[in-house]
Structure formats: C-alpha cells, structure tokens
C-alpha cells in the first residue's frame, strides 16, 4: 500500500500532461496509480468506471491514450459480459444531456430507422457504446448498414454490433471494410442472380470484386439477371462469368450493346426479334441437334418465355 496513504505522481507527468491532456483522462491515470500503489494490479475498467462515475468506454479511452503515450497502466481486461447492463431512465437522460455527440448518434438513428426512438431503443444504443464499447461513429456505420439493408429492428442491429465487438471491429476503418463487402453493390447483384437472404462468400465476392472493377453495374445486373433465367439450380457465378467473357472479347460495354448482340444471334439462329422461329421449319430442329456445351454464345433466348420465367420466379420469391 502507498506510504501514508498518499499516491505519488511524478513531476516529470505533470509538467508533459496538465496542459495537454483531457482533466478526465488525468483523473482516470491518477487513479489507477492509487490502486496501482496500493497492490492492485487487477482492477478491470468497469471497476474504474463504477469508482469515478463514467463510462467504461470513456475510461477504456483515457487507459488506451496513456498507452498510447507511453504511459501503460496494467490491468485486467475482463472481456464484454454476455448481457448488456439494466441502465436508468436517470442514468440515460444524464448521458444525452451530457454527451453532444451521443444526441447527433440519435438524430441518424431516427433518421435510418424512419421513426422516433423509444427509450428503449435508446438504451440499446447507449449499451452499444458503454457495454460493448464501439465507438459512435463505428456504431453509425452499423445502423447505416442494417438499415439500408432492411434491418430496422433494435434487436437485430444488437446483434450484428456484438459480433462486430467480438470480431475486433472497434474502429472506423474496420467498419468500413466490413460493411465494404456487403454494400448495396454486392446485394444488388446478388439479388440480379437470384440468391436471396445470403451474404456472398469469399470465391462469391471474388467474382463481383473482378467483375464491378471491369464492368459497369447496369451491364453486371442485366448478365445477371440473364444467367438467373438459364441457372435455376446449383452455382450461377461461373455461367455469369462465361457470359462476361464473351462480352469482353466482343467489345461489348454496355447494356445497350448487349441487348443488340442478343439481337443480332437470335436473328442469326432463324428467331424474330420477340425468339420466336423465323421462316426456316427447320431451324428450330437443327438448333436443337446442338449441345449447349455450356457457351453462352451456343444458347438461344426466347426473350417472352425467359420474362415469363423471370416473372414467375420474382412472385415465388415474393409469396416465401
């Protein structure tokens, strides 16, 4: 234990700190030495944060500063309790009037969820903050990618913050990467092959990775959607893939090309514009006598029939 109970700092800190450093980090460092000279090398930052009335995302910013400083202060970390805490109205209406940025956190909120907030959906986002210590603007990315994906429900949106807190997602940057993989780019296409409610896998986002860096979106969707129609079971990605090909070895770089290619092969294969068979009785037979060898230039597009198909399949996902 100190000597007379008296918890020494330095000379040296102060004169590099007092001016410098937020008075509340300064609290939290001086503390910790108290318990630090006293013996205690096991105190956690909820014990810190319950002793100085703060948040333990606030002391775990003061203890992350002073090591970023050179100033490591030793402690247990006890990891992130599997239940957020109960706080109080009080306690709640305490941090809003408190905490400025907290209050801009609540105006997006509302904003992405499209309504007000109740008091205890604001508890959730406190906790996101104070319990599972992401910062604000990490948790403001995190609502931005539930809510623009279809997820305004609190408790989804507590979810997906833990997994983020135990992935190590805990910064801006990591955020943004994270959410960088499924953006409304990767869903789009997605959704334009006919998978639903999945997120890509990793060969999956190669393939759109290499294709969005080639390829105009709309000319991505609109091959897309024509591999949805010929692959209704098993792996589309690699059929969407030869039909990009051939694009590119044709010069074709936009829908408008791509829709006068189709054009073009359907009229060279005896089919009128709308797919159906032209003059030649026989054209259909011969075309018929041929192997689809898994070339997209080797198949043949009845445009009525595939929109029927494609309409048929948007209303049996609709009725799941």
């Known amino acids: 234990m100190a000597e007379n109970g008296i918890t020494g700092i330095s000379n040296a800190f102060l ?25 205690r090398t096991d105190f956690t930052d909820a014990e810190l944060a319950s002793s100085l009335n703060m948040t333990e995302s606030d002391v775990k910013k003061a203890l992350d500063y002073w090591e970023q400083n050179g100033e490591k202060i030793r402690r247990r970390f006890a990891g992130v309790s599997k239940t957020a805490p109960d706080y109080s109205p009080e306690e709640i209406s305490y941090y809003m009037s408190h905490n400025d940025s907290f209050k801009l956190l609540l105006n997006s909120a509302e904003n992405y969820m499209g309504k007000l907030l109740s008091l205890s959906e604001i508890s959730t986002l406190y906790s996101l903050h104070d319990w599972l210590r992401l910062p604000l603007d ?17 408790r989804y949106i507590e979810k997906v913050a833990i997994a ?41 986002k190669e393939y759109m990775k290499r294709w969005t860096e080639e390829m105009p979106l709309e ?21 969407a893939d030869k039909i990009f090909s051939n694009w590119k070895k044709d010069g074709i770089d936009s829908v408008e090309k791509a ?13 009128s514009a ?21 070339n997209y230039e ?8 595939l929109e ?13």
Request: aromatic share 10%; net charge positive; with cysteine.
């Open 219 to 239: 000319l991505i969707l609109y091959g897309c959607e024509k591999t949805a129609l010929a692959v209704t079971s098993g792996n589309p990605f690699p059929y």
């Open 259 to 271: 829709k006068a290619a189709d054009l073009k092969f359907a009229e060279s294969r005896g089919m």
């Open 298 to 305: 080797q198949r043949n597009w009845d445009f009525e029939e």
């Open 308 to 320: 029927r198909l494609k309409r048929e399949e948007l209303r049996r996902n609709l009725e799941e």
């Open 15 to 39: 004169n590099k700190y007092s001016a410098t450093a937020p008075t509340a980090y300064i609290v939290v460092y001086i503390y910790a030495q108290k318990l630090i000279q006293e013996g």
């Open 164 to 204: 983020w807190a135990e992935d190590g997602v805990t910064d801006k940057a990591a955020a943004l990467e994270r959410v960088s993989d499924y953006s409304r780019v990767y869903m789009k296409i997605m959704k334009s092959l006919g998978i639903y409610g999945k997120n890509p896998v990793a060969k999956q």
């Open 138 to 154: 990490v948790i403001e990315i995190l609502l931005a990618y539930c809510c623009e994906n279809g997820h305004r429900n609190m």
């Open 274 to 294: 709308s797919g159906r068979n032209g003059d030649n009785p026989n054209a259909a037979g011969a075309r018929r006598d041929k192997r689809d060898k898994f």
